[in-house]
């Protein structure tokens, strides 16, 4: 008996089913694995946006609460750049909070409106809903919704240790006409050569910052250097000429103006002369992290400081730069005996004092000024007096000297009219003390010294004077010469004058003003992260230029003694009538004439080079924690 199916042509058709079938089911396979794709892409193309939002926020530091860049907004942003925009439903928010880690080694977010150690994005977009999803949908018999909501979140944050950065910067805000000329020759001179830069173009370098972490980078690479070599680019002499050079590209690239660029192209042109150690600027303490560097730099402070180190110890005669009302001669000479700092980085839990080997310590330069002047506001008035005493000896010797005298010749300012004003400056210092960082509040506590100054007045030797190997002073400035002349009768036959024979007086200052007995302290409440704008505290005791005129009206008067005493004892009423009428004719003029030029001078050249002898402007920025934003959740 056959088999009822047992026949071929009752089987023909069958493998065309089993065709269909198949084919049926790897379209559905295929449409399942398109249709997942499809959702696994929007879902990672919505974690990009947020990994995205959440560094760039967290980079630039950003803020939930107060003053600086904000979070949501920096966010959006950033979400909007990657295609990412707030509509058809699309939502994206930011929260800041703080990271700790568990016992279990796993990190933590937690929420906190003040903090920014970590910024935490979430976003949401709506999407058309799978296959699979509205057929699971429809077989359980629940609500069928042709969309499904993704969801994304990242969170970025800085893991490494605390970074504290201190700065001292000049005050100058602005430049006008006649602080041009003095900066031009001032940093001309510095650097051997001459510059002739307009009070436009100093605004534009004050005005233009910087990048510290870009310039050195850049410095690196005009120097043929390893780029991330700091170490090695911090400790090899460069020429300023290459500093300036990395500086103009760092500033073409971001689009400076014509002003700053030719303006750089001026110092290039002469700095090549001078080389420095950019670590003699910038003290970088041992194994800081590189995000340290990445602060932000007024381009005319970095250029200044630079320039100064190039010209450590030159005397730069600034000549008739200086101008002041009533002085026909001024003769300004400045010599930087130390070289600034103007940045100093590292890690706040080694650094205690200003001595330890992990300390955070910035100062300023030391500077000595000369000034000397031409006294023309008394030189007619002692030209007058000595030529009506000169007539007076010649119209009464013979009735004086009958028998044969000592003449008495009094002249005034006998060496003349020139008066130096020397000053000796410290500069100031400041180094961090202590620290905190938690939860909800951060500081930085730091101490300041406003260093001493020595004021001299008289006769000073330029050469002796910014000479390092002996000590400066000021000789006396002669104001009063009693003279005496031995004559025969009637005035006759007289001998050569005696200088000072009847005495004289002189005037002097070597005064030392004092500095504070004791370090300045203050506590940074909240500074900005390392590399946003400082926060910024002035030391001050008392202003010590303006404190000078009162030290020069207690000027000190030196008494020459007369070479024949009882001569001087005659003269007694003599002497101290004409002692009265110099102060009140000569020497008056003089202490008011110091009084008012000593003070805005010196005050006008320390602050354009950025020093103050009483008043220390502190800069502090402290990150609790340090290094490049990662994502850490």
């Not at 089911?25 to 995205?52: C, H, I, N, T």
């Not at 005050?171 to 940093?187: I, W």
């Not at 307009?198 to 390893?226: E, H, K, M, W």
Request: net charge neutral.
């Amino acid at each position: 008996m056959v088999p009822r199916f047992a026949s071929a042509h009752r089987q023909r058709g069958a493998i065309g089913l089993m065709a269909a079938i198949t084919l049926g089911m790897a379209l559905l396979f295929m449409l399942l694995v398109v249709d997942s794709g499809r959702l696994y892409m929007e879902q990672r193309k919505l974690q990009r946006v947020v990994d995205a939002a959440a560094l760039e926020a967290s980079n630039l530091n950003a803020v939930c609460s107060g003053t600086g860049v904000n979070a949501l907004t920096q966010a959006t942003t950033s979400a909007a750049r990657n295609g990412f925009t707030l509509t058809n439903g699309n939502t994206l928010t930011a929260t800041c909070g703080t990271l700790t880690t568990g016992s279990d080694n796993m990190r933590v977010f937690s929420t906190s409106n003040t903090a920014t150690q970590a910024i935490q994005v979430v976003a949401t977009e709506p999407v058309a809903t799978s296959v699979a999803a509205g057929v699971w949908t429809m077989v359980s018999g629940g609500s069928f919704s042709t969309t499904t909501t993704l969801r994304a979140q990242a969170t970025a944050g800085y893991i490494g240790g605390p970074l504290a950065q201190l700065n001292i910067r000049s005050s100058l805000a602005t430049v006008d006409s006649t602080q041009s000329p003095l900066l031009n020759a001032l940093l001309g001179g510095l650097l051997g050569g001459s510059l002739n830069l307009s009070a436009a173009q100093y605004n534009g370098l004050l005005n233009t910052d910087v990048n510290l972490l870009s310039f050195l980078n850049q410095a690196a690479i005009t120097a043929n250097i390893t780029a991330g070599d700091y170490t090695t680019l911090l400790n090899t002499n460069l020429s300023v000429t290459t500093l300036v050079q990395a500086a103009t590209t760092l500033v073409q690239q971001n689009g400076a103006a014509a002003t700053v660029t030719t303006a750089l192209g001026q110092i290039s042109a002469i700095g090549s002369g001078s080389t420095i150690k950019l670590g003699n600027l910038l003290n970088t303490a041992t194994g800081t992290s590189t995000a340290g560097l990445n602060g932000t730099l007024q381009l005319l402070t970095l250029l200044q400081s630079i320039i100064e180190l190039a010209g450590n110890g030159s005397a730069v005669n600034l000549g008739t730069a200086v101008s002041v009302p009533g002085i026909a001669g001024l003769t300004t000479q400045v010599s930087i005996i130390e070289p600034p700092q103007f940045s100093a980085i590292g890690d706040p839990r080694n650094a205690k004092d200003a001595t330890s080997a992990g300390r955070i310590y910035v100062r300023t330069a030391q500077v000595r000024i000369l000034l000397t002047l031409q006294l023309t506001v008394v030189t007619a008035l002692t030209s007058t007096v000595n030529g009506l005493t000169s007539t007076l000896n010649d119209t009464l010797k013979p009735i004086i000297c009958l028998l044969g005298c000592t003449l008495t010749d009094v002249k005034f300012l006998p060496d003349g009219a020139t008066l130096s004003v020397g000053i000796d400056a410290g500069g100031a210092s400041s180094w961090v003390t202590g620290y905190a960082c938690s939860s909800t509040q951060k500081t930085l506590t730091v101490g300041a010294r406003t260093s001493a100054a020595t004021l001299m007045v008289g006769k000073i030797d330029s050469t002796a004077f910014f000479a390092s190997s002996t000590p400066a002073g000021a000789s006396a400035f002669n104001v009063l010469d009693v003279g005496t002349t031995q004559c025969g009768a009637l005035g006759l036959n007289c001998g050569a004058r005696t200088a000072y024979g009847g005495g004289g007086l002189g005037l002097s200052v070597n005064s030392g003003v004092v500095q504070p007995s004791s370090a300045f302290t203050y506590t940074y409440v909240s500074p900005p992260n390392v590399g946003l704008a400082s926060q910024n505290y002035s030391f001050t005791s008392s202003n010590v230029v303006n404190s000078l005129s009162g030290t020069l009206n207690g000027i000190s008067l030196v008494s020459y003694p007369a070479n024949t005493p009882g001569l001087l004892a005659s003269l007694t009423n003599l002497v101290s009538g004409l002692v009265n009428t110099v102060i009140g004719l000569v020497l008056t003029p003089i202490i008011n004439l110091l009084s008012t030029l000593v003070d805005p001078l010196l005050n006008s050249l320390l602050s354009l080079l950025g020093v103050d002898l009483a008043n220390a402007t502190v800069g502090a920025n402290l990150s609790c924690q340090s290094g490049r934003a990662q994502l850490v959740l």
